[in-house]
């Protein structure tokens, strides 16, 4: 079993089997590694990266989020496992650091775990959740977000807790198109604001806490969203429904069970990408494909994404966010059978057909990290 905790490593794979990108992107400290899934007949070419926020009233902040690459979990070769955990509150790095390993542990632990992977990612949340409050962590008021891709044969399992995001690239004649894998768990969500209304939670943004705005108001916008706020407190302010850890908003609501999506994997699926909420502030799930989908090599895509993400942040604030994002492109399996490289061969044809076919009226806007 191979795993990556929020670091980096070369690829082994022979790149012969690569598809020669139409763009490259200059990259530091990103790898492209590769994992196959045997059962179904595919590789999965894979690249993480983050990097820390830019706070220019803190020089010694340190990057929040974390990312797991776990391939073969339980030891089981069809089974890979990738993740983004976004750390917040004021020990926010420690609770991500935590629930990253942890989170693991539990899952590689669960002798019952492909039984049912559903139940299964419920309930390592709940103790790795557990687990962090009963650690020397204070998670009053910090806490992680998660979200987790397992692809298992020819599915994937997307647990999410939080305001990161998966999505999948879905092929749609010469271009692509953006399909969630999860859904923001946010008080805008009427689902989720009504379930913590009935927990006790008070949803105003700010303006209305300070009597700006009228708290009867249901309209909220981006520059002032809607938070969580104890009965007659100022506090915790949560922008999200659902973290690990966060003891004090849990009161209110905030919970650390997963929603779990379960999906086949088509072979219109071209690549998915998981990745925190710092991509996503002021790109939308359509942007990040339509980027991804520019360049063959996952490394590249992870660049370019990062760095447009980066200048979006610091043409709408003074700051950026951390930022953390996995591409994994789904490859056919590079094996010495017959069939299996006709299919490696026709589905990097398409592969490269669609990526050369994607129209471009301009090149990315994009900075060098």
């Not at 990103?30 to 830019?54: D, E, I, N, Q």
């Not at 973290?243 to 929603?259: F, K, L, Q, T």
């Amino acid at each position: 079993m191979g795993i990556v905790f929020g670091k980096l490593h070369r690829c082994c794979c022979p790149t012969s089997y690569i598809p020669r990108p139409p763009l490259r992107h200059v990259l530091t400290g990103c790898s492209t590694a590769s994992a196959a899934v045997p059962s179904a007949g595919l590789s999965l070419l894979y690249s993480p990266f983050t990097v820390p926020g830019f706070y220019p009233y803190k020089s010694d902040h340190k990057n929040e989020d974390r990312f797991v690459v776990s391939t073969n979990l339980q030891g089981r070769p069809d089974a890979h496992l990738f993740a983004v955990f976004d750390g917040h509150g004021r020990f926010g790095a420690q609770c991500s650091a935590f629930v990253s390993d942890r989170l693991v542990e539990v899952l590689n632990a669960d002798v019952n775990l492909f039984q049912d992977l559903v139940k299964g990612f419920e309930s390592a949340f709940r103790v790795t959740n557990s687990d962090l409050r009963q650690s020397a962590i204070d998670d009053t008021m910090s806490g992680t977000t998660a979200i987790v891709v397992l692809v298992f044969g020819d599915s994937m399992y997307v647990a999410n807790v939080g305001d990161s995001r998966a999505v999948a690239g879905v092929r749609r004649g010469t271009s692509v198109e953006a399909q969630n894998l999860s859904s923001d768990q946010k008080p805008l969500r009427k689902d989720e604001y009504e379930r913590v209304q009935k927990c006790g939670a008070r949803v105003l943004s700010l303006d209305q806490l300070e009597g700006i705005k009228d708290p009867k108001l249901q309209k909220w916008d981006e520059f002032d969203p809607p938070r969580l706020w104890l009965p007659n407190e100022q506090y915790p302010g949560t922008a999200f429904t659902r973290s690990v850890g966060d003891s004090v908003a849990e009161s209110i609501g905030v919970s650390a069970e997963p929603e779990v999506l379960v999906m086949k994997i088509s072979p219109e699926h071209i690549f998915f990408v998981v990745a925190s909420d710092g991509v996503f502030e002021f790109l939308s799930s359509q942007d990040v494909v339509e980027m991804a989908a520019k360049f063959a090599d996952p490394q590249d895509a992870c660049s370019a994404i990062a760095a447009e993400s980066y200048r979006r942040w610091l043409t709408n604030d003074t700051r950026t966010d951390d930022i953390t994002i996995i591409v994994v492109h789904i490859e056919g399996l590079h094996n010495s059978s017959a069939d299996a490289v006709e299919g490696t061969s026709r589905r990097s044809c398409e592969r490269s057909s669609v990526i050369s076919d994607i129209k471009r009226e301009e090149r990315p806007n994009t900075r060098h990290l």
